[in-house]
């Protein structure tokens, strides 16, 4: 198997599994429970959801304004859940991939200088 071809196999994967994922944050977000999930149903379960901070520090960050409990904001409600959950998939999508990049890019400069023979001029240890 040649590198173009594996290349594009791989890019294949990669978007079909985008796809897939992309597919379920539309459709299934739907159907999600409304009842509290994780934390904050413990903390009703053992009594201490009153002690939660009343304005915590992530309502003051720029996006707060437009995702609010797993939904859009300014959009019909229909469309808000599984926008939110499309667009919480791409953000997740694309910071995997930019730092799998990152890494591999770092990785590779690394093999590179470890695989290069030394100058002649530079002074061996």
């Known amino acids: 198997m040649t590198s173009s071809h594996k290349s594009r196999h791989r890019s294949g994967v990669y978007l079909v599994g985008l796809g897939v994922a992309l597919g ?6 739907p159907l999600a429970s409304s009842d509290p999930d994780g934390l904050d149903r413990v903390a009703q379960d053992l009594k201490f959801h009153h002690q939660a901070e009343p304005e ?27 926008l939110a959950g499309l667009v919480g998939t791409l953000v997740t999508f694309g910071l995997a ?19 290069s023979p030394q100058s002649p001029s530079s002074p061996e240890s």
Do not use: C, M
């Open 24 to 29: 379920l944050a539309v459709l299934i977000s």
């Open 56 to 82: 915590p520090i992530a309502k003051h960050l720029p996006f707060a304004q437009v995702f609010n409990e797993y939904a859009v904001q300014g959009v019909p409600e229909q469309v808000a859940t599984p």
């Open 97 to 115: 991939w930019g730092l799998g990049k990152l890494l591999l890019v770092n990785r590779t400069k690394a093999t590179d200088q470890a695989d």
